[in-house]
């Protein structure tokens, strides 16, 4: 007999910390938390109904398996140009010429950063010829580029109404930008609507058993420095791991053709997706007994991917797959029943149950698809905070439509207190794991084959989409590599104040959506004039930004800059202030502190000494002996450790004086009454 499962514990509202895969889990962005208290729940009936039922569309119950291919989803996508096959090369142009047009000024704008720009003006005039006949994928390339200053004036009124425009006429590359803009001047009533839009359609693209892996935008940098690992890991066709798999397949090893087909299905590890090679991979692999593929075998025929659709062999191949103990293919049987697909009717108590096998397995999809049975009221007593807590606990675990559902809670009000910026960001996350997420592949690609120019305008155009990864990749890539990114201003390759100016807005965008390493950045740059004129004031607003975010190294920063009066308050008690606090927060800046709170040491006892102007006088002698301390230290902040350092020599030697001097004289020696006089 099957056991009823129970819903979970209201307790999982108290304190919950949610966090999401979005963001790369390193120390230089910090992953979207979401914390839920009790004040969130709203208080009434457990059929609450919205506070304004028509600000949201009517919610359904489980969607559709989207068919439509990433073309029809993410209208104007690149993919033509950077994924070109049978199905999309020179059909679209045969029906559609407007179609023909826009891409061919993508290939030549794409191209025109391989030729030193000297085409660049050009390929602009064709963009806005073809804008100008009302083509919405060409006004929302002429907006990226007024937005960018690239061939054009930097216009933001332009920008913002060329992407009005297209996203009216249903660019999702508009409609994307056009929310990021409006979440920045914290108009989430508009910003809320769009991102709502966009995240059902991202939803819609997810698979119906498993969730889909994270496809998410790899950190070029980690820091100052190139991320190598990343870089190492994230390498296709081409890497030699890659090449060892495809071999161990081919000589029949069943799991590593399910890896093969895995990355040819979702286009993972630089790999160029390709639907028709997946499905061989998985059909060889099931001829073994694999069950992963199995289930993605019933994933292929209910959505219908390269193959024709068939819910009558989906349901079979997921049976399969769940006879073989893989219960998230539970999901993907329970939602065919509910949705009355390949099989002879609906049946809500069948799906039920599937679910709650898939639950207590601990498949987060089995919690959300629960979820929404008991919000909807879908076979069993409609209960609001009971669907609430399944779509927490399936957020809990990564499961992106449950982020969505919360959205939903957040932007109507239901089972949760209206809240529309935290709405917003909830559906910008789910947002950004949509289809147009392939340009972060081709960016990464173009990267890796050493093509910057190429990688720069991808990774830009992602910038204007709201892609914090992006934004600090473009900055970097200017920083890293100068001239040889291929930076395009209004005339020409850009000057040096004007790669210095544009990274500086990427920075600041990435600081604004919690990336803290880019506000450190930024205060680095008007401390030590890079790029910019010193700007000590600035620079202190800079650091302050990264302190909200708790970055041990701007409290560090914050401390010197009190301790000796540079933009801040001359004031040593807050600059110990700021050094305990940076090591509370990293124990990894134990000696840095200890040295800083040495030199506060000798500048409260030995104030208006030549020690102190010692000490001020080090950071200037420092760049003359630069051939000697560069084999050392490799930046240039390492000057205020040099200095510190010789602070805490100075300290000791101090304090050993003071024990000296201190200390009492030793007593004469007895008297000697051998001594003859």
């Known amino acids: 007999m099957h056991h009823r499962h129970n819903p979970p514990s209201t307790t999982y509202l108290l304190t919950l910390l949610i966090s999401t895969l979005l963001l790369s889990k390193t120390t230089t962005a910090r992953p979207f938390v979401l914390v839920l208290s009790q004040d969130d729940l709203k208080d009434g009936p457990t059929d609450d109904t919205p506070d304004d039922p028509s600000s949201v569309a009517d919610w359904d119950e489980f969607g559709e398996s989207d068919s439509r291919s990433d073309e029809e989803l993410d209208p104007g996508s690149w993919r033509p140009i950077f994924e070109p096959d049978e199905s999309n090369s020179g059909s679209e142009s045969v029906t559609n010429p407007q179609l023909e047009e826009y891409y061919s000024s993508v290939r030549k704008l794409v191209d025109s950063v391989s030729d030193d720009g000297r085409s660049m003006q050009d390929v602009a005039y064709e963009i806005e010829s073809v804008a100008a006949t009302g083509n919405p994928h060409a006004q929302s390339l002429l907006g990226f580029l007024y937005n960018l200053g690239m061939a054009r004036e930097r216009n933001g009124a332009k920008s913002f109404m060329y992407h009005h425009f297209a996203a009216e006429s249903g660019n999702t590359h508009s409609k994307l930008a056009r929310a990021y803009t409006y979440t920045r001047q914290e108009l989430h009533e508009k910003a809320v609507v769009m991102y709502a839009e966009l995240a059902e359609t991202a939803v819609n693209s997810f698979l119906i058993s498993k969730d889909s892996p994270v496809i998410e935008p790899v950190r070029i940098h980690n820091g100052a420095e190139e991320n190598k690992d990343a870089l190492r890991k994230s390498r296709g066709e081409e890497d030699e791991d890659f090449q060892i798999l495809e071999y ?36 060889k692999a099931v001829e073994k007994g694999e069950p992963r593929s199995m289930e993605l075998l019933g994933e292929i025929y209910a959505r219908g991917d390269g193959v024709k659709r068939n819910y009558t062999t989906a349901l079979e191949w997921l049976t399969l797959a769940s006879k073989h103990q893989l219960y998230s293919a539970y999901n993907g049987m329970g939602y065919l029943y509910v949705k009355g697909y390949g099989v002879e009717q609906k049946n809500y108590t069948k799906a039920k149950e599937y679910f709650e096998k898939a639950a207590e397995h601990k498949e987060a999809g089995g919690h959300y698809n629960l979820g929404v049975m008991y919000l909807k009221g ?13 779509f927490i606990v399936a957020a809990n675990a990564g499961q992106p439509k449950a982020f969505y559902q919360l959205a939903k809670m957040f932007h109507s009000g239901i089972g949760l207190k209206k809240n529309l910026p935290m709405a917003t960001s909830l559906y910008k996350l789910v947002a950004e794991r949509g289809p147009w997420i392939s340009l972060s592949r081709w960016a990464l690609e173009s990267y890796l084959k050493g093509e910057i120019g190429k990688a720069f305008l991808l990774y830009s155009r992602m910038a204007e989409l709201g892609y914090e990864v992006a934004q600090s990749n473009a900055a970097w890539i200017l920083d890293k590599y100068g001239e040889a990114s291929m930076c395009m201003g209004e005339s020409g390759l850009c000057t040096d104040a004007e790669r210095h100016q544009r990274a500086h807005s990427l920075w600041w965008q990435a600081s604004e959506q919690g990336n803290e390493h880019t506000a450190l950045l930024i205060g680095d740059a008007y401390y030590y004039g890079r790029g910019t004129e010193r700007d000590y ?65 000798v500048r409260g006892n030995y104030a208006n000494t030549f020690l102190v102007d010692l000490i001020d006088s080090l950071p200037s002698i420092y760049p003359k002996a630069d051939e000697w301390i560069k084999n050392v230290v490799l930046e240039e902040g390492n000057a205020t450790i040099l200095t510190l350092f010789v602070c805490l020599l100075t300290v000791l030697y101090l304090r050993e004086r003071q024990r000296r001097q201190a200390a009492p004289a030793p007593p004469p020696p007895p008297p000697n009454d051998n001594v003859v006089n």
Do not use: T
């Open 248 to 283: 161990q397949a081919q000589k029949g090893n069943a799991a590593a053709m399910y890896k093969i087909g895995i990355f040819y299905y979702f286009g993972l590890r630089g790999v160029r997706r390709d639907l028709s090679k997946a499905f061989s991979w998985f059909s």
């Open 378 to 390: 879908i076979g069993v007593k409609k209960d609001i905070k009971a669907a609430c807590n399944y």
């Open 537 to 601: 004031d600035r620079a202190a607003d800079a650091y302050m930004h990264a302190k909200s975010q708790l970055n041990a190294q701007a409290m560090f920063n914050l401390g010197y800059m009190h301790e000796h009066g540079q933009g801040l308050p001359l004031d040593l008690h807050l600059a110990k202030r700021y050094y305990d606090q940076a090591l509370e927060i990293d124990a990894a800046a134990k000696l840095p502190v200890m040295l800083a709170l040495a030199s506060l040491w």
